[in-house]
C-alpha cells in the first residue's frame, strides 16, 4: 500500500543534542513538507521541498535543517539552535499541491 | 501568512449544523480542508479550487469566495463521528505547492 512513513514514534532529546526524523514516502509525490503541531497554534510549516535537491523555508525554519537527495526522503534535523523542541512533528507529500498524505507524527520531548 | 480561521471552537448536539470560517488576508487560489482527530494524522476532506465552486462529501460540503478570500465548511446533521479538529490550508503565493494552515477549529458533537 503506498503511503508516508514517519518513524521514529517517539523521540527524546538530550539538551545540545542534534537528532533527525524520519519521512519516507512511496506515493511518487514531488512535494514534501514538514510541520510542527503545538497545542492551540495549528500546523506550522518549517520547510518544504518541491522537487529533489531544492527546498525552501516555512515559517519557523529557525533552528531546523533538511536535504531531499532522493525524492521518497525527507527527513528533517532539529538542531541544538531550536530552543523549544518539544512538539508533535508531521510530514506530508503531496501531488502537484493536491490532496496532502500525512504520515502518523514523531512526538518529540526535550529532556 | 496562516490563514484566520473562526470559531476557535464549537460544541453541538447530534444532528445540529455548523460553519467553520476560513480567511486569509492575501488572494486565494485554492483551499484544502482536512480533520484531525485526537493523536491522528489530518485526514483530507476536499480541496476548493479558484472560481467560486462548491463542493461536498457525504453531510459536509464547502464553497470558496475569492473576492473575499475566504472559504467556509459546513457541516450538515452532525455526527458523532465528525468531532475533531478541522483545519483549512492555503498556498500563499498561487501556484506554488507552499502549503500553510490556520489554527484550527476544534469541533465536538455530544449525543
Known amino acids: 500500500d503506498g503511503g508516508i512513513t514517519q518513524s521514529p514514534k517517539y523521540l527524546f532529546r538530550k539538551e545540545g543534542q542534534n537528532v533527525t526524523l524520519s519521512c519516507e514516502q512511496n506515493?511518487?509525490?514531488?512535494?514534501m513538507y514538514w510541520y510542527r503541531q503545538d497545542p492551540g497554534q495549528g500546523l506550522r510549516l518549517i520547510y518544504y521541498?518541491?522537487?529533489?535537491?531544492?527546498?525552501q523555508k516555512g515559517d519557523i525554519a529557525e533552528g531546523y535543517s533538511v536535504s531531499r537527495e532522493k525524492k521518497e526522503s525527507f527527513p528533517l534535523t532539529v538542531t541544538s539552535a531550536q530552543k523549544n523542541p518539544t512538539a508533535f512533528y508531521l510530514c506530508?507529500?503531496?501531488?502537484?499541491?493536491?490532496?496532502?498524505?500525512f504520515g502518523q507524527g514523531t512526538r518529540l520531548t526535550v529532556v | 501568512q496562516q490563514p484566520v480561521q473562526s470559531p476557535q471552537a464549537v460544541i453541538l448536539r447530534e444532528g445540529e449544523d455548523a460553519v467553520i470560517n476560513c480567511s486569509s488576508s492575501?488572494?486565494?487560489?485554492?483551499v484544502h480542508w482536512y480533520r484531525q482527530k485526537h493523536g491522528e494524522a489530518p485526514v483530507f476532506l476536499m480541496i476548493?479550487?479558484?472560481?467560486?465552486e462548491q463542493k461536498g462529501h457525504d453531510k459536509i460540503s464547502a464553497s470558496f469566495n475569492e473576492k473575499k478570500q475566504q472559504s467556509s465548511l459546513y457541516l450538515t446533521a452532525s455526527q458523532l463521528s465528525y468531532s475533531g479538529t478541522y483545519f483549512c490550508?492555503?498556498?500563499?503565493?498561487?501556484?506554488?505547492?507552499?502549503?500553510?494552515f490556520g489554527k484550527g477549529t476544534k469541533l465536538t458533537v455530544n449525543p
Open positions: 506530508a507529500s503531496t501531488l502537484h499541491g493536491t490532496e496532502a498524505f
Open positions: 506515493l511518487n509525490h514531488d512535494a
Open positions: 521541498s518541491q522537487i529533489v535537491n531544492d527546498f
Open positions: 492575501k488572494a486565494l487560489y485554492s
Open positions: 476548493l479550487l479558484k472560481g467560486g
Open positions: 490550508g492555503t498556498d500563499p503565493q498561487g501556484g506554488s505547492e507552499k502549503l500553510v
